[in-house]
């Protein structure tokens, strides 16, 4: 799986960065949204807690995908901004079964 950045845009009034990717996986499954967030923090050098994975499109019929992702300051604003499904699928099953 290779991902380029397409685009990366401050936002300052939600103090986040937000990111647009692209996802190729030529002979490969489509990748889950934890791959992602995983390579994601390795090529940006960001806080794995911090980064969240909004979202992945996939071309029909093609080993591509488009996403939208976003490295928030601080967890604080990460939890009052962020739904909370989408910190629950931006988060790993070892973490959640500890929460219960």
Avoid: W
Avoid at 44 to 52: R, S
């Amino acid at each position: 799986m290779e991902i380029n950045i397409i685009e990366e845009k401050e936002n300052p009034l939600l103090n986040r960065k937000e990111i647009r990717f692209e996802c190729l996986y030529e002979g490969e499954s489509t990748p889950k949204v934890l791959e992602v967030k995983n390579k994601l923090v390795a090529m940006l050098d960001a806080d794995k807690d911090l980064l969240v994975v909004d979202k992945i499109d996939q071309g029909f019929g093609e080993p591509r995908a488009t996403g939208y992702a976003k490295i928030y300051e601080s967890a604080e604003k990460l939890t009052e901004i962020e739904p909370e499904h989408v910190i629950k699928k931006n988060t790993e099953a070892s973490e959640e079964e500890e929460e219960e």
